[in-house]
């Protein structure tokens, strides 16, 4: 699985200028997690989103899976391996 960088930087020049906040919107599985971040179009008077203007759809993140990170660090020890599980 690959790292994911998000920067709000050029989406947020292709919308209309007004206050914007971004929200993470999740769907949470037995063993799964799907995640967007989302910019609301604004919302009705009873404070409902009505549309979206950006939906940024990352990808679906496996809780069962292991990951395992590879670092060098100030030891030396290059090729060190971190396993990070979900819980």
Avoid: H
Avoid at 4 to 25: A, G, H, I, K, N
Avoid at 66 to 87: M, P
């Amino acid at each position: 699985m690959k790292q994911q960088e998000l920067s709000f930087d050029d989406w947020t020049s292709m919308v209309p200028m007004r206050p914007q906040m971004w929200l993470v919107v999740y769907c949470r599985e037995t063993d799964s997690v799907r995640l967007e971040a989302s910019l609301p179009a604004g919302v009705d008077s009873n404070g409902k989103i009505i549309g979206w203007d950006k939906r940024l759809i990352l990808d679906e993140v496996n809780l069962t899976d292991q990951f395992v990170e590879a670092r060098n660090d100030e030891r030396g020890e290059d090729g060190v391996a971190v396993a990070i599980s979900a819980r």
